[in-house]
């Protein structure tokens, strides 16, 4: 049994989550993830490592409340236990020998986003990051960013905060202006990653994109994550998660993340009438 030993609430819908999980914490790395499950009846769930302290013990997830499985989660308390924790998986992100390197992040794709800005910028990388949200409202992480970057870009779908547009704007607008990038790095909803990747490959910018399919094992036994890059299949959880953004077929992954759309909204709606019956 893993022990929450704080939560905080980011904004409506996204939570920040401290796990003491000392083994964890002892490998972690920016761009791993952990498999957890809420309760030892739950379904098993991926969720990228958002920060640890080694010497505490402790791995920091962020996650929204967008299913069955996060909203029992969401219900957790300080102090309270998950059954299983497990981790580090996947492989980490490459942060070393960059000069200059822009960080696109989307939504509660940030949470993920960030500690890969905190790595290369303790490696000595002159990073641009550039996040976005749908409005002033769902803002995460903003000072966190800053505090990692030496240029920074807020924009707003509706421009209720920092600059309205898409993070392709500025994104675009830097490369006409000829900065010069070794990588960009996009981590968020898919149909956000997939136009980063069609701006940067008009310029020829090498770009990596953190892709979070439908996972079960992480192990690579059960195939649920497969994805098609470079005309080749690939397991996110033992191949990725991170793969050149130019080569990745989004629109297949697009789909493939939609076939559970209707028994997610009926976990949704169980866990709801769950809650309601304990609230009574």
């Given at each position: 049994m893993?022990?929450?030993v704080s939560k905080k609430e980011?904004?409506?819908?996204v939570?920040?989550?401290?796990?003491?999980?000392?083994?964890v914490a002892k490998k972690a790395l920016a761009g791993q993830f952990v498999i957890l499950r809420v309760d030892e009846d739950g379904e098993r769930i991926p969720l990228t490592v958002?920060?640890?302290?080694?010497?505490r013990g402790n791995v920091t997830v962020i996650f929204?409340?967008?299913?069955?499985?996060?909203?029992?989660l969401q219900q957790k308390k300080v102090g309270e236990y998950i059954a299983d924790f497990t981790g580090p998986l996947g492989n980490p992100t490459h942060t070393q020998g960059f000069k200059k390197v822009c960080v696109v992040g989307g939504g509660v794709g940030c949470a993920i986003a960030l500690p890969v800005a905190r790595a290369l910028c303790e490696q000595g990388a002159e990073v641009t990051s550039?996040?976005?949200?749908?409005n002033k409202d769902l803002v995460i992480l903003e000072e966190e960013f800053k505090a990692c970057s030496k240029n920074f870009y807020m924009m707003t779908?509706?421009?209720s905060y920092g600059r309205e547009g898409n993070v392709c704007l500025p994104l675009r607008e830097l490369l006409e202006g000829g900065e010069q990038f070794d990588e960009v790095i996009t981590i968020g909803p898919l149909i956000m990653m997939k136009f980063v990747?069609?701006?940067?490959?008009?310029?020829?910018?090498?770009?990596?994109?953190?892709?979070n399919p439908i996972m079960i094992d992480g192990t690579g036994m059960c195939g649920c994550c497969r994805l098609t890059v470079g005309g080749e299949m690939k397991f996110a959880c033992v191949d990725g998660p991170e793969f050149n953004g130019h080569e990745i077929d989004f629109d297949e992954a697009i789909t493939r993340t939609r076939a559970y759309a209707d028994f997610e909204k009926r976990e949704r709606e169980s866990a709801c009438n769950l809650f309601k019956k304990e609230v009574r």
């Open positions: 893993y022990q929450i980011l904004n409506p819908t939570i920040q989550m401290e796990i003491f999980a000392p083994l958002a920060g640890y302290d080694r010497e929204q409340t967008v299913g069955g499985t996060t909203m029992r550039i996040i976005g949200f749908r779908d509706d421009g990747c069609m701006e940067t490959k008009k310029y020829g910018v090498k770009t990596i994109a953190s892709m």
